[in-house]
């Protein structure tokens, strides 16, 4: 009985090296998406909000790297990311009154890159 009990142990350090990977500095990466469930109106204002208040909102225009997909969810997804990196450490949530939800899978695709974090 005693003897299992370095097994555990070393069972329990070999998970957590495993895991580990997963934290970068110690947080877990994450994004500020639009909530599916929110309707186009209202990301629109909210998208809008964050445009004007910190987010980097060019790379959602015309021939720029995430103009497609061409749907009011995508394009707010990347505004509300781009407020959420850069405003974060600055008093700036993923909230838009319910518009945005914190995803752990990074929405970026093709040549459009969904910023991670600003350390
Ligand atoms: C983008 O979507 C808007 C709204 O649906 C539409 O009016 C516009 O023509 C689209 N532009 C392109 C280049 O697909």
Request: with cysteine.
């Amino acid at each position: 009985m005693l003897s299992s009990m370095p097994k555990l142990l070393i069972t329990l350090i070999i998970f957590s090296s495993i895991l580990s990977p997963l934290a970068v500095n110690g947080q877990f990466e994450d994004w500020c998406i639009a909530d599916v469930q929110t309707p186009d109106d209202v990301l629109l204002g909210a998208m809008d909000w964050a445009c004007k208040n910190g987010a980097d909102c060019s790379n959602i225009q015309l021939n720029q790297p995430c103009f497609f997909p061409n749907t009011t969810a995508d394009h707010a997804s990347f505004a509300f990311n781009s407020y959420y990196q850069n405003m974060k450490t600055k008093g700036g949530d993923c909230y838009f009154s319910a518009a945005a939800i914190i995803t752990s899978l990074d929405p970026s695709h093709d040549s459009c890159k969904f910023d991670a974090s600003h350390e």
